[in-house]
């Protein structure tokens, strides 16, 4: 998630500097790891081996043991029934077995990755913590357990002095193509390092290297996203970076191709300011395909922000865009509004079963009636031709079903992710509204069918359903990309 989407505002702290907070957050005892398994977890967010996916939601802001900012991070475990508030599990750096130790403004849950990094059949959740240490950055590993999350190791920083917010964005993905899970971690320098696979408890990364992002053909002012997929369908993932090029200033997606040699820089695509992208297969032909937005003015296209979606195939992605949607696009619903931000957030995933990924776009400022940055989702579809604006859907809290009232600040989009938490094998909804109640924030589930995204048997969760304290929480800023 780029650091531009990220709420830095400090307008609460005022406030809690006049009052006494403190919180006491629990979790599901984290247990010992049961033995491991022979072959790797079937789902990169499956923390519990149950076969069912799993959500990772931060609450960034949730004060910790009396300090401010200090942040948590909500698992809700996926069921037949899809995710409750009761099966749960709530990390903090108080909790027993996580590295480091809550503190003011780490910010602990401001990026999410998962995989299953050990491969003992658990997929393992990756956080970073920005704030920590001054600003320097850090990141974990929670081990995944058939009782849930437990236990985690730091992952160390090979360059502390060349860059700040280490962990800024995260990627897990098989960048070398030896069956072993890597783990991509940016920061606001022009490196990423990649820690390889082979992970173990005792010891952590196999080895790890520096991505070559030299000054005249890499990245400037930090990977603010990272997201992968096999774009060339050779059966080794590829690294996709949102950052802004060296050469010309110019912000945009860079794609890395994975080899067994390691990643090699394929292409850039320009996209504007405040960009993001997603990676899935929007076409249904076995190549993954790149969405990205500027969810900002791009100068050219649109006021309120833009997705574009670059088809993947047998020699890499393709650099003209397959589709340009914004909300003045015929079929897309609400319009192009100045500073909407639609695309602030986005996720992709096969919603109605057709074997075409479609698109969850936030929209995070977006008025509805006289409130304003309520928010908004979108989803567009995937078809043989790649992305549609055909069939695209609009979701509010004002929508039918859906829990609560649009109120101005709520931020409903500020997080998306579209995953099958059911086992259906339709991809749900979740959406984050971390301005809700003022802003403690919270959390939203869809239900996926043939029809699309329902709001039948919707459901939310606020930070009292979950364990969380109230307060200046943010819950739902952050959901796992």
């Given at each position: 998630?780029?650091?531009?989407?990220?709420?830095?505002?400090?307008?609460?702290?005022?406030?809690?500097?006049?009052?006494?907070?403190?919180?006491?957050?629990?979790?599901?005892?984290?247990?010992?790891?049961?033995?491991?398994?022979?072959?790797?977890?079937?789902?990169?967010?499956?923390?519990?081996?149950?076969?069912?996916?799993?959500?990772?939601?931060?609450?960034?802001?949730?004060?910790?043991?009396?300090?401010?900012?200090?942040?948590?991070?909500?698992?809700?475990?996926?069921?037949?029934?899809g995710i409750s508030a009761a099966r749960r599990t709530v990390i903090t750096q108080n909790t027993a077995g996580i590295p480091g130790t809550a503190e003011q403004g780490d910010e602990f849950g401001q990026s999410l990755a998962s995989g299953d990094l050990?491969?003992?059949?658990?997929?393992?959740?990756?956080?970073?913590?920005?704030?920590?240490?001054?600003?320097?950055?850090?990141?974990?590993?929670?081990?995944?357990?058939?009782?849930?999350?437990?236990?985690?190791?730091?992952?160390?920083?090979?360059?502390?002095?060349?860059?700040?917010?280490?962990?800024?964005?995260?990627?897990?993905?098989?960048?070398?193509?030896?069956?072993?899970?890597?783990?991509?971690?940016?920061?606001?320098?022009?490196?990423?390092?990649?820690?390889?696979?082979?992970?173990?408890?005792?010891?952590?990364?196999?080895?790890?290297?520096?991505?070559?992002?030299?000054?005249?053909?890499?990245?400037?002012?930090?990977?603010?996203?990272?997201?992968?997929?096999?774009?060339?369908?050779?059966?080794?993932?590829?690294?996709?970076?949102?950052?802004?090029?060296?050469?010309?200033?110019?912000?945009?997606?860079?794609?890395?191709?994975?080899?067994?040699?390691?990643?090699?820089?394929?292409?850039?695509?320009?996209?504007?300011?405040?960009?993001?992208?997603?990676?899935?297969?929007?076409?249904?032909?076995?190549?993954?395909?790149?969405?990205?937005?500027?969810?900002?003015?791009?100068?050219?296209?649109?006021?309120?922000?833009?997705?574009?979606?670059?088809?993947?195939?047998?020699?890499?992605?393709?650099?003209?865009?397959?589709?340009?949607?914004?909300?003045?696009?015929?079929?897309?619903?609400?319009?192009?509004?100045?500073?909407?931000?639609?695309?602030?957030?986005?996720?992709?995933?096969?919603?109605?079963?057709?074997?075409?990924?479609?698109?969850?776009?936030?929209?995070?400022?977006?008025?509805?009636?006289?409130?304003?940055?309520?928010?908004?989702?979108?989803?567009?579809?995937?078809?043989?031709?790649?992305?549609?604006?055909?069939?695209?859907?609009?979701?509010t809290q004002n929508t039918a079903g859906i829990p609560g009232t649009a109120e101005s600040a709520d931020r409903f989009g500020a997080s998306v992710r579209l995953s099958d938490l059911n086992g259906d094998g339709r991809a749900d909804l979740s959406v984050?509204?971390?301005?809700?109640?003022?802003?403690?924030?919270?959390?939203?589930?869809?239900?996926?069918?043939?029809?699309?995204?329902?709001?039948?048997?919707?459901?939310?969760?606020?930070?009292?359903?979950?364990?969380?304290?109230?307060?200046?929480?943010?819950?739902?800023?952050?959901?796992?990309?």
């Amino acid at each position: 998630m780029p650091r531009h989407h990220r709420t830095r505002d400090r307008l609460h702290s005022l406030a809690l500097a006049t009052a006494t907070v403190a919180a006491t957050l629990t979790a599901a005892p984290l247990l010992t790891a049961a033995p491991a398994a022979a072959a790797p977890a079937k789902y990169a967010d499956d923390f519990n081996g149950d076969g069912y996916r799993d959500l990772a939601t931060a609450a960034p802001y949730t004060p910790v043991g009396g300090k401010r900012d200090a942040g948590a991070v909500v698992v809700n475990y996926g069921s037949a029934n899809g995710i409750s508030a009761a099966r749960r599990t709530v990390i903090t750096q108080n909790t027993a077995g996580i590295p480091g130790t809550a503190e003011q403004g780490d910010e602990f849950g401001q990026s999410l990755a998962s995989g299953d990094l050990n491969r003992d059949g658990y997929a393992d959740l990756v956080i970073a913590s920005e704030g920590e240490n001054a600003g320097a950055g850090a990141v974990v590993i929670v081990w995944g357990a058939r009782t849930g999350l437990s236990g985690g190791q730091v992952v160390p920083d090979p360059a502390p002095s060349d860059h700040d917010e280490y962990g800024l964005s995260l990627a897990v993905g098989d960048f070398s193509g030896d069956g072993r899970a890597d783990l991509a971690v940016g920061s606001t320098g022009s490196d990423i390092w990649i820690h390889k696979g082979g992970f173990l408890k005792a010891s952590g990364a196999a080895s790890r290297y520096k991505l070559a992002t030299d000054l005249y053909s890499g990245i400037i002012d930090g990977a603010q996203g990272l997201a992968c997929g096999d774009v060339n369908g050779d059966g080794i993932a590829d690294l996709v970076v949102s950052g802004q090029q060296a050469e010309t200033y110019e912000n945009g997606t860079f794609v890395y191709l994975g080899s067994a040699a390691g990643l090699t820089r394929h292409t850039f695509l320009k996209n504007g300011a405040y960009e993001l992208a997603a990676v899935g297969d929007l076409n249904g032909d076995g190549y993954a395909d790149i969405v990205a937005s500027t969810y900002g003015d791009d100068g050219v296209t649109s006021l309120g922000g833009v997705v574009r979606a670059y088809l993947g195939g047998a020699n890499g992605v393709r650099t003209s865009p397959q589709a340009t949607i914004t909300q003045d696009t015929p079929g897309v619903p609400g319009s192009d509004e100045e500073s909407d931000w639609f695309g602030n957030a986005l996720s992709l995933a096969d919603i109605n079963r057709d074997g075409y990924a479609d698109l969850a776009v936030g929209t995070i400022h977006e008025t509805i009636g006289t409130a304003k940055i309520a928010g908004s989702v979108t989803v567009l579809r995937g078809s043989a031709a790649g992305l549609t604006a055909t069939g695209a859907q609009s979701f509010t809290q004002n929508t039918a079903g859906i829990p609560g009232t649009a109120e101005s600040a709520d931020r409903f989009g500020a997080s998306v992710r579209l995953s099958d938490l059911n086992g259906d094998g339709r991809a749900d909804l979740s959406v984050g509204a971390d301005g809700e109640n003022h802003p403690a924030g919270a959390i939203y589930s869809l239900r996926g069918a043939a029809s699309g995204v329902t709001t039948s048997k919707a459901t939310s969760f606020g930070p009292g359903s979950l364990g969380l304290p109230s307060g200046y929480l943010r819950l739902g800023q952050v959901m796992l990309g």
